[in-house]
């Protein structure tokens, strides 16, 4: 059964791993080159916010982007785990949108910036546990903008999957029970559309994975402080 995020039988959202350019198609469309091992940034929980809440597009920025992701939350702590008990670590699965600041990620070769921005994504809308969600390279995923599908793969297309991606998180670091770990977006983003499509206020975006439901969030403004 679902459990929403704020339950309290669940342990608080930790640290937020993510890993970029994890589908060939978004590879080639960022113009990156393939590497040996995941590319990886970090978001802070402060980054996120749930289902339903709006995220927001700050004055500083005119490239909101999004990013339509599955993510898994950590449920046993673990170092240096091994791929062929990599699953036994997930608690359950949910739908992730990475807001990004296309030009804040622009002004050096660090991602951070343009990924952290207060409240610029979105995770939700529940947990289904593991145990109940399955075979997770069975799925699809799909985003739409304004109700415009403008993503869509195969979780199978992923280049590190989610056993890779734990046991090399979990080779520099324990992993912890709330530990989120974003598995990476396909092809579409807004940001090499022509002409590009960048979220705005008064927008809509969502993101499916089937089996996990819906991630729903309005985009807003973010005021400007007193």
Not at 61 to 86: C, N
Not at 181 to 194: E, L, N
Request: aromatic share 8%; proline share 8%; hydrophobic share 40%.
């Amino acid at each position: 059964m679902p459990l929403a995020l704020d339950d309290p039988r669940l342990p608080p959202l930790g640290r937020v791993f993510c890993a970029a350019v994890n589908y060939v198609d978004h590879r080639e469309e960022m113009g990156r080159t393939a590497t040996e091992k995941p590319m990886l940034f970090l978001r802070t929980p402060a980054s996120l916010v749930r289902h339903g809440e709006p995220v927001l597009r700050p004055p500083e920025s005119g490239e909101f982007d999004y990013e339509g992701e599955l993510a898994l939350i950590v449920g046993t702590a673990g170092r240096r785990i091994p791929r062929d008990r990599a699953l036994d670590h997930v608690l359950g699965w949910t739908c992730f949108m990475d807001g990004t600041m296309r030009d804040w990620q622009r002004h050096t070769a660090q991602f951070t910036p343009g990924k952290n921005f207060d409240r610029s994504g979105a995770i939700g809308p529940h947990l289904v546990p593991a145990d109940e969600f399955g075979d997770y390279k069975a799925r699809t995923l799909i985003t739409r903008l304004n109700g415009r599908e403008v993503q869509r793969t195969a979780i199978d297309l992923m280049l590190f999957d989610a056993e890779t991606l734990i046991e090399y998180i979990s080779a520099f670091t324990e992993l912890r029970p709330g530990d989120v770990i974003a598995t990476g977006t396909c092809g579409g983003v807004g940001a090499k559309r022509v002409p590009p499509l960048f979220m705005k206020p008064g927008d809509m975006i969502e993101v499916e994975v089937t089996g996990l439901g819906v991630l729903s969030n309005p985009v807003a403004a973010e005021p400007l402080a007193a």
